[in-house]
Nanobody, 121 residues
Framework: QVQLVESGGGLVQPGGSLRLSCAAS????????MGWYRQAPGKQRELVPT???????NYKDSVKDRFTISRDNAKNTVSLQMNSLKPEDTAVYYC???????????????WGQGTQVIVSS
């Protein structure tokens, strides 16, 4: 089995910063793209940034220049540094990874349990 465990969410004032982390563990052969999604109440889940194994990153326009995604391939971790947070960033943030395991051919998407981020004064 594979687990993605997130940490780092919480309550922060507008303009503040948070750092989210996600660690993948289990029967992992290799990990391809990793990323973060978020879902606000009453809205669909949306992609925030993704990052390739070579650390090429793609960001949602509304978070460019504020959020930075990074990964450690040796530790199977991905992080999201969020600066200049706005109330509209409030959502549950989910870690996602395309993972190849020992017991299934190909890369399949796995999700973390989600971590709440609230930006409010």
């Amino acid at each position: 089995q594979v687990q993605l465990v997130e940490s780092g969410g919480g309550l922060v004032q507008p303009g503040g910063s948070l750092r989210l982390s996600c660690a993948a563990s289990g029967s992992i052969v290799s990990i391809s793209t990793m990323g973060w999604y978020r879902q606000a109440p009453g809205k669909q889940r949306e992609l925030v940034p993704t990052i390739s194994t070579g650390s090429d990153a793609n960001y949602k326009d509304s978070v460019k220049d504020r959020f930075t995604i990074s990964r450690d391939n040796a530790k199977n971790t991905v992080s999201l540094q969020m600066n200049s947070l706005k109330p509209e960033d409030t959502a549950v943030y989910y870690c996602n990874a395309e993972i190849r395991t020992f017991y299934r051919v190909g890369y399949w998407p796995y999700w973390g349990q989600g971590t709440q981020v609230i930006v409010s004064s």
